[in-house]
């Protein structure tokens, strides 16, 4: 593989003057599968191979994909890609530049007990079924069970003409499952989500039959659950919901294109936006979590970015095309879904730094507000405005937890809301799920339980 995508670069360099070129290429196995109430509505399986190439000439990108690994094909591929860099750049106005990047030559390998390609798609229908059975055998209140499924499996290659050469062993397992419940006219809905780079052994842990229970209980709670007042109230977000605030109301922001593009923190590197209690890292090199890699689509090794500290804004995602601009270094964060694509800024595993509270210091001087355990979804924009949907949540009474909520959401400015964090739990939780920007990545991101002085929920007035 070396050789001829060696023989790939050497085109788009020599014959057309490219000042970088690299190739990407991938052979995955992929398995989709999705049950609803115990019926299989699709299953999918098999290989995904392809070749992505890239290529910078006279500051211009030019890109190609083929889902092929014939030398010929990649060849008019490389010639493509070049014409197109070569007719950019007779436009443009201002030609793009790369920060440095370290050279390596690395083999990385994946260890699992239980690789998924090897399950049989018999065996993972009956794990789903287990899922799917114990969740609408819970209670006949429960009326529905949605299952999704995946795995992929692989190797991808990466090389350049800096001499970076890179084979990476890539595996993921991911789940989400889906409950809804009714009583008497009122709905109610629920969600589960996991995700493992370790192997299909998750489901050791992660036991099917206990995941349905799991879902379909908090779904059956809800129905019994009061609708929240409307208004401004002190919360306590739990690890869950404070890593989808993490991750959809400020991560976003603190990627370095969206940055560029109009988001608020493209002036903000140096300024305090948050309360001292915040410091916030995206980091790709947390053992075994969801969002975890050792290199970036662009060869970069991954590392800890460190984007806020005490309230200070220290850094931002970067690949390595805005690490220049910014006069900064890449962080590791450029990331396609497939070869089909090219590489962009994503998040990996998002997330906030525990400090020294107790959850029981957390409420304990709260006389009315609300416990937002878990969310159900979330949106953010980059002038910093966001809504995150609440699926479990409870009141919080003289510094107890109280009644369950449901329907519950919160909304408001990323900024102004991170400047009300007042106390930071010592304990910690990652969640793993999937981020869309146009592609799909597998991320995590969590943090300790917080509480936020006052936040706008939405409810009945």
């Known amino acids: 593989m070396k050789d001829v995508l060696t023989r790939i670069i050497g085109i788009a360099t020599e014959k057309f003057g490219a000042e970088y070129a690299e190739a990407r290429a991938q052979s995955f196995t992929k398995t989709m599968l999705t049950m609803k109430e115990g019926n299989v509505e699709a299953a999918r399986q098999g290989i995904e191979s392809g070749v992505a190439i890239r290529v910078l000439i006279n500051g211009a990108w030019g890109f190609a994909s083929v889902g092929s690994l014939e030398e010929e ?21 201002k030609p793009i ?18 690789n998924p390609s090897e399950i049989t798609m018999e065996e993972k229908i009956k794990t789903a079924e287990a899922i799917n059975r114990s969740a609408l055998g819970y209670d006949k209140r429960v009326r529905s069970c949605t299952i999704d499924y995946l795995d992929l499996t692989g190797t991808s290659h990466f090389l350049n003409n800096e001499g970076t050469w890179i084979e990476q062993d890539k595996l993921y397992v991911w789940s989400r499952m889906n409950a809804t419940a009714s009583q008497k006219g009122v709905y109610a809905s629920s969600r589960e989500e996991i995700g493992s780079t370790a192997g299909f052994e998750i489901f050791e842990t992660e036991i099917p039959e206990t995941l349905g229970i799991r879902l379909a209980e908090r779904a059956v709670e809800q129905l019994e659950a009061k609708v929240p007042k409307g208004g401004t109230f002190p919360v306590v977000l739990g690890p869950n919901v404070v890593g989808v605030f ?60 460190l984007l806020v500290d005490k309230g200070v804004v220290r850094g931002l995602m970067q690949n390595r095309e805005t690490a220049q601009k910014f006069n900064s270094e890449p962080t590791g964060n450029a990331r396609a879904e497939d070869f089909r694509v090219e590489p962009i800024i994503r998040m990996r595993n998002t997330f906030m730094e525990p400090c020294d509270h107790t959850f029981e210091e957390l409420i304990e001087n709260v006389k009315f507000g609300y416990y937002l355990k878990s969310f159900r979804g979330g949106q953010a924009n980059l002038d910093g405005t966001f809504q995150v949907g609440i699926q479990e949540a409870y009141e919080i009474v003289n510094g107890e937890i109280d009644s369950p909520i449901r329907n519950a ?25 999937r981020c869309g920007k146009g592609q799909t990545a597998f991320v995590c991101d969590g943090g300790p339980h917080i509480r936020v002085m006052e936040v706008t929920v939405g409810g009945r007035a």
């Open 73 to 93: 094909v990649l060849s008019n591929a490389a010639s493509d890609a070049s014409r197109m860099a070569k007719a950019t750049s007779l436009k443009l106005k």
């Open 246 to 305: 993490v991750h959809e109301a400020f991560g976003h922001l603190a990627e370095a294109d969206l940055a560029l593009a109009g988001g608020v923190l493209a002036t903000s590197l140096g300024k305090k936006i948050a309360s001292d209690k915040v410091t916030l890292y995206d980091d790709g090199t947390v053992d075994g979590a969801f969002g975890s890699f050792k290199y970036d689509d662009e060869g970069v090794t991954a590392q800890r970015t």
């Open 97 to 114: 530049k790369l920060a440095k990047a370290q050279v390596r030559e690395d083999r990385v390998h994946t260890k699992t007990r239980k």
């Open 409 to 433: 959401s919160i909304s408001g400015n990323t900024l102004e809301t991170l400047l009300k964090v007042d106390a930071v739990a010592r304990d910690f939780g990652l969640s793993p799920g």
